[in-house]
């Protein structure tokens, strides 16, 4: 019996990521991925193993663009660390990450505040995804590490708390729900840069057995 023609695998990721984005993650079947991807049902299998393996690779893939690019901005506010300021224009950059992800990537952008790493980070995903769903984890938090000591000179849980709320919380409550509309409000960024000013400038509690 012939084996399944492999189709291009990030043809099939661009499907993927069209039904998910355009109908909801219930939307995507192997029949209507293989439908909108011009492939087969076993092409798909062959390809990735598993439906869920698909989901995962789909969000794994724009995860890595994203955090790439909050990185870069990140390191270009640092690159004049002597100039006052510099840490806490890193932080607000990488806060505004994700509103320029969508301005760049509106589909790709949907696609990250639709689904959460956890919502694919499922058993039924091949394990090398997995782990590497798993590593994008630790090079955010090496981010958040490098943002605490760039504006407080300290890497401790306390500090980096108080970074994730700056770059991970605020934006989820104020970013997120309008990336999923297609647009982000001019107001709203200036909304999240205000608020992640205000957290700055509490700073962090003090650190332990202070």
Known sequence: ?????????????????ELIVERGRASL?????????GASNGSIYHTFGSLETVVGAAWLRRGREFLAGQRAA?????????????GRRAVL?????????????????????????????????APAVADQLRALDAALVDTLRLLALAVWGRGDGAAVDAITTCVVRLPGALLFPEIRTGRVRPHTRTQLAAAVGAVLDCGPPPPPGS
Do not use: S, W, Y
Request: proline fraction near 8%; aromatic fraction near 2%; hydrophobic fraction near 55%.
């Open 74 to 86: 990140v390191d270009d506010a640092l690159g004049a660390r002597a100039v006052p300021g510099a």
């Open 93 to 125: 950059a990488a806060a505004a990450a994700p509103a320029r992800f969508a301005d760049q990537q509106p589909r790709a952008a949907r696609l990250l505040v639709t689904l959460r790493r956890d919502d694919v980070l499922t058993d039924a995903v």
């Open 1 to 17: 019996m012939p084996r399944p023609r492999v189709h291009a695998p990030d043809a099939l990721l661009d499907a993927a990521e």
């Open 29 to 37: 079947t192997v029949r209507a991925l293989a439908d909108r991807a």
